[in-house]
């Protein structure tokens, strides 16, 4: 980046010529290189577009009944937006967070729930490498007919990083009744290497109701891999 001096012959320069543009701001005139526009058709985000636009059309169909029970739930749920702002979740914004989670994992949508439901028995996670295998353990098993557990996983971290900064990507595995998991696989495609006994990495996980569309308590922490 360079500035760029202004006369009286030439007060402004704009567009683009040989690589560089110019641009001005508050701190004047600036000649800035061109760079290339990030590819945004990814294959996940052309995964998530299409979730979210097929859980849009869900939204639309259900009937004003089942609508305002959503709403009900969201109120009884209090799901917070995200981990800055207090406000939670309303009725609609709940649909979309279950049911894209439920897509992802290769689940049906819940477009019919009931408000006088247990809340969901919350859970426990550890993750290990044994001869190879990353693999996710819970302190109680899942029972795959009524619940999924939905879990993201960072890559290798240092000692020093205490903070997650959007490092964690959803690791989409095969969910069964089991109280064990293996993610090698996905993780593998996600960050192309595995952690080591003894490494550090992020990980924040809850689970989701297949039939209630409640959500469980959500966990993030920094772990040891065992």
Request: net charge positive; proline share 2%; charged share 20%.
């Amino acid at each position: 980046m360079a500035i760029v001096k202004t006369s009286g012959l030439v007060s402004d320069i704009r567009g683009k010529l040989g690589g560089v543009c110019f641009q001005k701001s508050s701190g004047g005139l600036m000649l800035r290189t061109m760079t290339k526009p990030k590819n945004k058709r990814t294959n996940s985000q052309e995964l998530q577009r299409a979730t979210m636009a097929q859980v849009q059309n869900e939204w639309r169909d259900i009937t004003n009944g089942e609508r305002d029970k959503y709403k009900s739930l969201a109120t009884l749920a209090q799901v917070r937006q995200n981990n800055i702002t207090k406000n939670i979740i309303n009725g609609h914004q709940l649909f979309i967070k279950v049911n894209t989670l439920l897509l992802r994992y290769g689940e049906a949508v819940v477009t019919s729930t009931k408000l006088n439901q247990s809340l969901i028995v919350p859970i426990e996670c550890t993750v290990a490498l044994t001869l190879g295998v990353l693999e996710i353990s819970t302190n109680r098993a899942i029972v795959y007919g009524n619940e999924i557990l939905v879990f993201y996983m960072s890559g290798i971290i240092a000692n020093s990083v205490n903070r997650n900064r959007n490092r964690s990507r959803m690791i989409v595995f095969q969910n069964v009744s089991s109280n064990k998991f293996d993610i090698t696989a996905p993780y593998l495609a996600i960050f192309g290497v595995l952690p080591a006994t003894d490494d550090q990495v992020f990980i924040k996980y809850f689970v989701v109701g297949k039939k209630t569309a409640l959500l469980g308590s959500q966990v993030r922490e920094k772990i040891i891999i065992g």
